[in-house]
Each structure stands twice: as C-alpha cells, then as structure tokens.
C-alpha cells in the first residue's frame, strides 16, 4: 500500500499501518523516489531509482538511508535523498556501490587472516600458531589489501625472495600454506573467485637434481647414540628432554608440553605417560610406556612451582623456546651433528632393526594407520607397543642387546 504526502516530522511521528496491512510506503511529493517504509515494528526512509540510462524497462533498486533514530529530521532524509538521486543521475549505482563496499570490508586481508586463524582453531587443529605466523610473515606487504587485489605475480615474487635467501623450505611452506588460506577465502568466505596461487606448484626436480638430493634425516648408529645418551647425563633440561626424545621418539614440540598431569596408572600397576591429542600432530592420544629408563628420567626433573611442566624453560617455566642455540650447543657438546627428528628416525630404524614388527613401530611413533587400516582396525596394541618401548629403553641404556633377548623380545611385540 503506498500514500502521497510531504514527509515531515509530524507525519514521520504520526506514521502508522492502516488495519489488517503489514507494510505501507509514505511517499514524499517534493523529491520522486523518496519515501518512509512502514512496517509492524519499524519505519525506514527509502529511496527507490532506477540505474540511469536503461529507462522503465529496468528493474527498480531500493535503497535504505536509515530510520527515523539514525536520521532524526524529515528535511536531513531529503537532502540525502536529493544526494542519492544526484549520484543516480551521474551513472552511479548506489545499492551496487554499497555492497561493494560491503564485501571490500569483508575482504580485507589482515582480517580475513584473522578469521582464519578463529577457524582453524575452532577445528581443533595443532600448530595453528606456527601456521598463522608464516602466513602473516609472508602477507606483511598485502595485510591492509583487499584480497580480491592481490594477483599471483605478487605472491610468487615473496615465494621467490624468501627462497633467493637460501630459506627454500620457508618458500615452499610459506606457498603452501598461504595457498591453502586462499583456497579458504575462496570457499568458506566467498570473497575469492578464484585462487591466485592454484596454478603455482612446487617445481619437480630434474633426474640431475634427484641423484644430487640427499635423502632428508637420518638414523644415528649405534656408536651415535650412546654419544648422545652419555652427553645427556648433564643435568641441564635442554639434556634430558634429548633424552626423553631419543627413548620415546616424540616430536619435539609434544616432549617440550609434557607435563606431570598426563602420568596414568593402569590395571597392574603398570605407569603410562599420555600425551593428549590437544597436543600431537595426528591429533590422537599418545600413550607412552614408562620404562625404567624414562622414569628414571623423569625422577630427575625438579618439581617446579611454577610449572607442572618435565622440561620447563628455566627462564620462564613455559615451554623451552630458541630450539636453535640450545641444540646447536648440545650438538657441539656431544660431538654428534644429528637433528631432533633424527632421533625419531633412529628409534624407528632401531625397532625394526630389532626384529619390532613394522606395524608396531609405527605406532610407537603414533603414526596415522592409512586407508582401510585406520578405519577398521580399532586395535591398539597396547602391550606389544609397551614391550617395543621397553626393548628400546634397554638398547639405547645398554648399548647393546644380547641376540637371544632381541629375538624373544622381537616376537613378544610382533603381530
């Protein structure tokens, strides 16, 4: 229902539906188009255009310029009535102008960035921190953009000036993860059409390149890894958290977060150390064995105040941060050049070459079980993975096993 009449405050204030009607326009006879909506609970000045140059035949576009609250006067709301239809009037679309700006508030990089980050964690996902730092580290230059700006020649040029520094994985981290946050824009957000870096993949080796690559990591001897358990003696926390890492393979962010709270007693009597799911990068519980080696471990970490943590930093009692010296310092000490995950690799390595079933060592190092494996089998193995521990323990402390207990040990823990 729509009635003629000047706007003014009086009308505005008096304005109400006729009975058994749910919406009538009051439109105004000084400006054409210009008009207060009425509805059962609310009243909205409106301006109704068509886009210039296209005639009757256009469909209409309404345009909200407020409420009787946000514009307090009838002759405020003309005037910017007056100024829309003047925006009309010069070839200006005011409703498509304003949901572009909608998006483009949407679409702001650095927010955008945000949001993801609120998402990721809300999907319970590990090293969200990691993630988002490499991410905004590489965006640095783009964080006040609209994403819809930012083209692919961009992009692979800071791909390109991180690699030019030698950092090559950083490069391809850095692409890949920022690959995978605008895949996000482009399907979760909607702000996307199209992924600038979907065509932009990691180079293939050439065959030249494949016989000069190394292969990554290592497995330490046997010569190696009593180095390293004589060398962790020390009493430092940098020492015994190698320690903890070279009994239990963990990795090294999951050793830095255990804490007295995820010690279990089960049935038996028998201790187990559970690193909780919160913290892994399968993002399954991980059950540790505490063999007497890792307890004895263990008993050595002071009780900290402050920290429940076994391998606190001894600056602030949180997690050890500046990986990098502390190890470089160990490494020097010990006189063995070998990384943290090269630990996990010698555990590995070590199992298998004690006669653990493959299977079984995998599990020691809580690896996600593929395919129809994962989905079906529900076994955890839990005593054969807690006697492929202890036989490790008992190698790694005594630097060798007699081939007799090996084979019996082996087949205690085979499936």
């Known amino acids: 229902m729509t009635t003629k009449i000047k706007l003014t405050d009086a009308v505005v204030s008096n304005a109400a539906l006729p009975e058994g009607k749910s919406e009538i326009v009051f439109w105004d006879t000084e400006v054409t188009g210009f008009g207060l909506r009425v509805r059962t609970k609310s009243k909205t000045w409106i301006v109704y255009y068509r886009p210039a140059g296209l005639g009757r035949s256009a469909t209409a576009k309404r345009f ?10 009838a002759t405020e ?12 009037a010069r070839g200006e679309d005011p409703v498509a102008d304003r949901a572009e700006s909608k998006r483009a508030a949407k679409a702001r990089v650095s927010d955008l960035i945000n949001d993801y980050e609120t998402h990721q964690i ?17 965006m640095r230059p783009f964080l006040d953009r609209d994403v819809r700006s930012l083209t692919a020649a961009e992009l692979v040029e800071v791909i390109d000036k991180i690699a030019a520094k030698g950092h090559a994985g950083a490069a391809n981290d850095f692409r890949a993860r920022c690959r995978a946050f605008l895949s996000w824009c482009r399907d979760s957000k909607k702000v996307l059409a199209a992924n600038p870096l979907m065509e932009h993949r990691r180079e293939r080796p050439t065959r030249v390149q494949k016989l000069q690559r190394e292969e990554p990591g290592r497995a330490l001897n046997n010569d190696e890894i009593q180095a390293v ?3 962790t003696e020390k009493s430092a926390v940098y020492s015994r958290l190698i320690r903890f890492v070279l009994l239990t393979g963990c990795r090294r962010t999951e050793a830095s977060m255990v804490s007295r709270s995820m010690m279990e007693t089960e049935d038996g009597g028998h201790r187990s150390l559970v690193i909780p799911k919160a913290i892994t990068k399968s993002g399954r519980d991980h059950r540790l064995a505490v063999t007497p080696q890792l307890a004895a471990l263990l008993a050595r970490c002071p009780q900290d105040a402050l920290s429940d943590l076994f391998f606190p930093s001894s600056r602030t009692g949180g997690p050890i941060k500046g990986w990098s010296k502390l190890h470089a310092s160990f490494v020097s000490d010990c006189g063995v050049k070998f990384g943290l995950h090269d630990l996990r690799r010698t555990l590995k390595t070590g199992l298998d070459a004690l006669g653990v079933d493959s299977d079984i060592s995998e599990r020691c190092l809580n690896h996600t079980r593929q395919g ?3 989905i079906y089998n529900k076994n955890n193995a839990t005593e054969e993975v807690s006697a492929a521990f202890h036989l490790w323990a008992e190698f790694v402390a005594a630097g060798t096993v007699n081939p007799a207990q090996a084979s019996g040990a082996a087949s205690e823990v085979a499936v």
Not at 65 to 72: A, V
Not at 77 to 88: E, P, T, Y
Request: no cysteine; aromatic share 2%.
């Open 64 to 73: 909200k310029l407020g409420t009787p609250e946000t514009i307090s006067t």
């Open 77 to 88: 709301a003309r005037r910017q009535a007056r100024d829309i239809m003047g925006r009309v």
């Open 122 to 138: 809300a999907r319970g996902r590990t090293k969200v921190s990691n993630v988002l730092s490499v991410i905004r580290r590489g």
């Open 229 to 231: 358990w004589a060398a």
């Open 372 to 374: 129809l494996e994962g």
